[in-house]
């Protein structure tokens, strides 16, 4: 009994070292893949703090456009895409002159998704 856990126990240290080199050497690889990816990226780098960026949404465009303007009654049927934008628009010019009131500097963007 006692060769058999000894057996057992060599058996187990062989698998817990091939287990321990496996993982140093997926740790150089990483690492190399890193390196590499910094050399040919400039633009790539862990330390760096991903940027904070507010997205707005008008849920409904067509009743804003309509509510806000006599001609935007007529065209919200008919043309709704073109309202949608000039809505978005519109809510951008505002937001930016409030901003510029307040002292903020921001830079406005409209991003089609």
Not at 65 to 82: F, Q, Y
Not at 89 to 112: A, F, H, P, S, W
Request: aromatic share 6%; glycine share 2%.
């Amino acid at each position: 009994m006692a060769t058999f856990l000894l057996i057992l126990s060599l058996l187990l240290a062989v698998f817990s070292g091939v287990l321990c080199w496996q993982v140093i050497e997926q740790r150089k690889i990483v690492a190399h893949a890193i390196t590499e990816t910094k050399q040919k990226d400039p633009l790539f780098d862990l330390d760096k703090k991903p940027e904070l960026i507010l997205t707005l949404k008008v849920l409904n465009p067509i009743d804003v456009a309509k509510r806000e303007s006599r001609s935007a009654r007529v065209l919200a049927d008919k043309l709704p895409v073109m309202v949608r934008k000039l809505v978005y628009q519109e809510v951008m010019k505002e937001l930016e002159v409030e901003m510029v009131e307040r002292g903020i500097d921001v830079e406005l963007n409209i991003e089609y998704r």
